[in-house]
């Protein structure tokens, strides 16, 4: 429609063109905050989950449409057009993060679950877990580039980051040698959350490794040997904390006790180092928040 309105206009002058370009654009900007939010509305009523997610996809891939055709003007009407685009990429950024606020409720009533005793011998939470993974990656295979690699990015993320942060609620602290069953465990999953991800094309691979590392130290067979674990961890994750390690020798068992301080010691020495810089494009540990007491009673 806006094609022929500016073919139209063209033919009878370059500034009329000019002008019904500008007009559009600014009418579209309008348009599209205007639809975004009606869908909130909807969406706020609607109890049907698969409907709003295919809506949403439908309207990322939409706006996406608009804004390569409106792309061609924009050497005919350069700030309005850039103005519609800056628009259209927060409108189709919002549309994506219901899919991703969506993913997070879908998930955490199970991510909760894990990390506990009942956790080291239920599969049910878990496979619930990778279930909406599927669902949610069989969805997102009509969404168009790229806005199709930010929402798998966005779970994939949020899905490690979930996994890991039940590790860091210190709601279970393994006792005779179940840290090594739990160690194994966490293994299996973490790599199951890797093939799937993998599967779904996530550029995000620097995730791959977190839950693996974690493993790697809760299943240490000799306290003493832990600290030989640390310098990957925190290779691959500096924006780590003691805080975060205390929690991860708090499920392995290790509450206290020299071990512990020599670990602790060892990552404040680590941070401390010249080479120690924090890639801020890639946090992870530092968007998890660990709590500042035990919980009363562990979770079972």
Known sequence: MIHSHVATSREIGTDLEERVLCTCSEELKRFSRQFHNTFMEWRTSSSNSALQKMHSIAYINSFSNIKTEMDKYKEKCPAQIEQLNNELDKVIQDFGATLLADFIQETEPYFKKLMTKRWLSCEDDF?????????????????????????????????VKGYITQIMKKNYSCKNRKHERAAAKIKVESEALRSHFDDMGTTSKWLHSA???????IGVKNKKDIKETIQPLFSDFPDISKEHVSAVLYFRGITKGPEKQAILRLLQELKRSPDANVNRSRL???AIVVPKTNACLPLT
Do not use: R, W
């Open 211 to 217: 839950a693996q590392h974690l493993s790697d130290i």
């Open 284 to 286: 992870l540990f530092g």
């Open 127 to 159: 496979e619930k877990i990778t279930e909406i993974i599927e669902n949610h990656s069989e969805l997102y295979k009509k969404m168009k580039q790229p806005c199709f690699q930010k929402c798998v990015n966005d779970i994939h993320y949020n899905a």
